[in-house]
């Protein structure tokens, strides 16, 4: 023990001299500058073999599969890295190889075992198979296609779909076999009726089809299917009646979403904003509903719908201010009633937009033609509040905005609680505190009432949004500032087209009287014999008469 030497150590400052440590720096830089430059050839030898990959193939495809199974599946397993989800599965047909791959959670893995797998792996045929044609027959699958597409290919399986490769054969079998979870077919949500269809759409593209076409059973009504967004690849069907619709307006529609330049659709709004001819207007240039129903009527007034995959909303084309008003339940009460409750809906849009103005502009301007008894008791009101009509009015649109967002955006359970609170609690509070008059809050009140009363959220969020220049013209110039706003708004109306057709529509025009028969009024159904002449369909008829 006492002869054994006791090790040290060293720093390597105190072993190596200056210039070697010097020395292995450089050495160390040299080394640092050639890895970088391994990978950035290595990166280049990567791009080089995508774009010989690409060299034949057609502009839109990636690369051509080849008859090589092996290089087949390692140019999938690239386009997948990272794809935990993708599923590969090896299997011997006959005397080849063969590789069927698929998306879990999106193909149904039963489905595969028992349609695909047991029927390929019983499949004896007589030496090598130089076609997939010859599957067709012995699998027991409704839908099958071949294909060579390598973008169509790729899209599929992550639609769903499997693939089913082959070794010897530059083809691609896909085997429709989707299964995964969906919303059921449920009530409305946001265009809920007390008579009529309880029935709305799902996120689903094939359920909203089937629903619609479950309620037509006519061979004239088409589907047209294209594909939306250069990542997620989203399915837009364009549904439409081939022998009522507008000559040139399907062909219209399809341009302006065929120049939709964009990588992802996500919902109805991003296809609206580049579809619509005004995209600054505050006005909803489309319709938007969740109502089979709804979409049904519209289709056979010669009208267009767009249904988007993953969205529960349909947009109907073209659209006009009078068919932004009109609610499901209109067609299910009698005439009378539906004509009272539409002149009460059109009057609410003006309450919607001028009543805080209407109020700022008699007390601000033209008290005189307040009522004695009122002017005498807002006066005193008045006394207890610091701030002028305008800013009182500004506030409590403000806090009407607060609560509308609040119940919207809270939990369903204690959304009650919270408009109980703004109502009793706040409402009571401010008029108490002296910072607005009892009058204003009930004016207020009456507005966000009329608001509610639209039969579609988003035009509602328009008169919403028109109120506030509105109540700073009145401020300025008082009834004249109403006025003005008033005729902005009207010319504002006359000059918005959707899909060339009026927004206004017949509202101004005088050649299409006979269209009021269903907008301001609802004339009985044995009356309305004709369609829309707006919407330019091309059987002008809706039932039959003893001539024809």
Not at 88 to 117: C, H, K, P, T
Not at 361 to 377: D, E, K, N, Q, R
Not at 413 to 428: D, E, H, M, N
Request: hydrophobic share 45%.
């Amino acid at each position: 023990m006492a002869n054994r030497k006791r090790q040290r150590l060293y720093k390597l400052s105190a072993v190596f001299a200056p210039a070697a440590v010097e020395k292995t720096e450089a050495n160390l830089r040299v080394l640092r500058r050639l890895i970088n430059g391994g990978a950035e050839v290595g990166e280049a030898l990567s791009m080089l073999a995508r774009d010989l990959r690409q060299v034949a193939a057609p502009q839109g495809e990636p690369f051509l599969f080849t008859s090589d199974l092996a290089q087949n599946r390692r140019l999938l397993e690239v386009v997948f890295r990272d794809c935990s989800d993708v599923k590969y599965r090896d299997f011997m047909l006959g005397e080849q190889n063969a590789l069927l791959i698929y998306v879990e959670g999106m193909a149904g893995s039963e489905r595969l075992d028992e349609f695909v797998l047991a029927p390929l792996l019983k499949f004896s045929p007589n030496g090598c198979i130089t076609s997939l044609q010859v599957l067709h027959r012995f699998l027991p699958v409704v839908s099958l296609k071949n294909s060579t597409s390598a973008a169509e290919i790729i899209t599929d399986v992550l639609s769903g779909f499997a693939a089913l490769f082959v070794d010897g054969i530059a083809e691609c079998l896909l085997i429709e076999a989707r299964k995964y979870r969906k919303r059921p077919i449920s009530i409305p949500q946001n265009e809920t009726v007390i008579l009529g269809s309880h029935e709305a759409f799902n996120e689903d593209l094939s359920d909203t089809i089937a629903v619609i076409r479950r309620r037509c059973r006519d061979n004239n009504l088409k589907v047209r299917m294209l594909q939306l967004g250069d990542r997620l690849n989203t399915s837009v069907a364009l549904i439409y009646v081939a022998n009522l619709v507008k000559p040139g307006l399907l062909e219209e529609i399809e341009q302006r979403l065929e120049r939709i330049d964009i990588d992802r659709i996500t919902s109805t709004a991003n296809v609206e904003e580049h579809i619509i001819d005004h995209p600054w207007s505050p006005f909803p240039q489309t319709q938007s509903t969740e109502r089979p129903d709804k979409v049904v009527a519209s289709l056979y007034e010669g009208r267009v719908a767009i249904v988007l995959d993953n969205v529960s909303d349909v947009l109907l084309v073209p659209t006009t201010y009078a068919q932004i008003l009109q609610a499901a339940e209109d067609y299910a009460t009698p005439a009378l009633v539906t004509s009272l409750t539409r002149v009460t809906r059109f009057f609410s849009t003006a309450v919607a937009i001028f009543l805080p103005a209407f109020y700022i502009a008699l007390v601000s301007y033209h008290p005189g033609m307040i009522p004695t008894a009122l002017a005498i008791s807002l006066a005193e009101q008045r006394l207890r509040s610091p701030f002028p009509a305008f800013m009182e009015a500004l506030f409590m649109e403000v806090l009407i905005e607060l609560f509308q967002e609040a119940v919207i955006r809270l939990p369903q359970k204690i959304s009650g609680a919270a408009g109980v609170v703004g109502a009793l609690v706040i409402g009571t509070t401010v008029v108490e505190a002296g910072l607005v008059n009892a009058l204003l809050v009930v004016i207020t009140s009456l507005t966000a009432i009329a608001s509610f009363t639209m039969p579609t959220y988003s035009f509602s969020t328009s008169l919403r949004v028109l109120r506030v220049p509105t109540i700073i013209m009145a401020s300025v110039l008082g009834l004249y500032g109403i006025a003005l706003s008033l005729m902005v708004i009207v010319t504002h109306l006359c000059s918005l087209r959707s899909f060339g057709e009026s927004y206004g529509g017949n509202l101004f025009n005088i050649t299409l009287l006979r269209d009021w028969k269903d907008t301001f009024f609802r004339f009985p159904n044995p009356l309305q014999k004709n369609r829309p002449k707006q919407t330019g369909s091309q059987e002008e008829r809706r039932m039959k008469t003893e001539d024809s």
